[in-house]
């Protein structure tokens, strides 16, 4: 049983940053991978970035590459998404997941989610 929350979204200008967080309480493994997904308004949820807890491998959709940073405090439990030179076509509902070992970009393999924090960029 792991639970995920997330925060740090909000309303910013293109080219500005935001720093997501997510949360983990219950139930947890120390070698849980987790992720970040996104969906925006009539859009299919779109994996972002991954990081392997033990391994500290990590994984960046090519959208965000150079942009994005995950990184994770083992000892908060949490797993962090920097966003850096934000776009308006990063507007979306960002939401983490978890999964034993998995990293890659289908939704449907993570076993946990979190409800989202949403993310709007102006331009």
């Known amino acids: 049983q792991v639970q995920l929350v997330e925060s740090g979204g909000g309303l910013v200008q293109t080219g500005g940053s935001l720093r997501l967080s997510c949360a983990t309480s219950?139930?947890?493994?120390?070698?849980?991978?987790m992720a970040w997904f996104r969906q925006a308004p009539g859009k299919e949820r779109e994996f972002v970035s991954a990081?392997?807890?033990?391994?500290?491998?990590?994984y960046y959709a090519d959208s965000v590459k150079g942009r994005f940073t995950i990184s994770r405090d083992n000892a908060k439990n949490t797993v962090y998404l920097q966003m850096n030179g934000l776009k308006p076509e990063d507007t979306a509902v960002y939401s983490c997941a978890a999964h034993p070992y998995y990293t890659g970009s289908l939704s449907v393999r993570y076993d946990y989610w979190g409800q989202g924090t949403q993310v709007t960029v102006s331009s």
């Open positions: 990081i392997s807890w033990r391994g500290s491998n990590t």
């Open positions: 219950g139930r947890t493994f120390s070698t849980y991978a």
